[in-house]
């Protein structure tokens, strides 16, 4: 049964945290970006702490092992609990993402894919699988794979085995979170809901889709 990820992807704080107070109990896991961060500092996130919930640094950290390995502290010292990286800047950047995380207890998840039709122009062929086993090779928890191409996810899970799929691009872009509620442990879902006219009940509706 995967989790019910909520991305916060909103540029105002007292905002975001209305949100996270109303679907907090139909989530399991709010996932922040660069946004939201840019537009308030990283203080918001002890606030979104306070709702109980893993809080996921979707800053898709893509540079040279040094760089990657200061970035990563700073998301682990403001209270997130895991971050997302991409695997296209090699091994030895995704390497330094993990030790590093793993010396503040947290988790790193690797872009195999992205979600949006533009990401078809080079994550094509193999690529998405090499990706993938940069996830193996380094220890990372688990990778990103789009929901709105729910054939990759299913050929990427016999890569990654039992380590963990989250899945964007539900709702708004188009994915369907049935069609990938069996193959991933995580479905992540922003505008559908914080958008909705009703977001609890949206909240609610998805959660029921995870069951």
Do not use: W
């Amino acid at each position: 049964m995967p989790e019910l990820i909520l991305a916060l992807d909103v540029l105002d704080g007292d905002l975001a945290r209305g949100i996270a107070l109303k679907v907090a109990p139909h989530i399991q896991a709010i996932k922040v970006g660069y946004p939201l961060v840019l537009a308030e500092g990283l203080g918001v996130v002890k606030d979104l702490a306070g709702f109980g919930l893993p809080l996921i640094a979707d800053f898709k950290v893509a540079d040279i092992p040094n760089t990657t390995r200061l970035i990563t502290e700073r998301v682990f010292l403001a209270g997130f609990h895991a971050v997302i990286c991409h695997g296209f800047v090699g091994d030895d950047s995704v390497d330094a993402c993990v030790s590093t995380a793993r010396e503040y207890g947290g988790e790193v998840y690797v872009v195999a894919e992205m979600s949006h039709p533009g990401a078809a122009q080079f994550f094509t062929g193999d690529t998405p699988g090499r990706l993938a086993a940069i996830c193996i090779s380094s220890g990372a928890d688990g990778i990103i794979a789009p929901a709105t191409r729910p054939e990759h996810v299913a050929a990427l899970r016999g890569i990654v085995g039992r380590k963990r799929i989250l899945s964007p691009g539900v709702g708004a872009q188009g994915g369907d979170a049935r069609t990938v509620a069996g193959l991933v442990d995580g479905i992540i879902v922003g505008r559908a809901i914080y958008e909705a006219a009703d977001p609890v009940q949206a909240a609610r509706d998805y959660a029921a889709t995870c069951r």
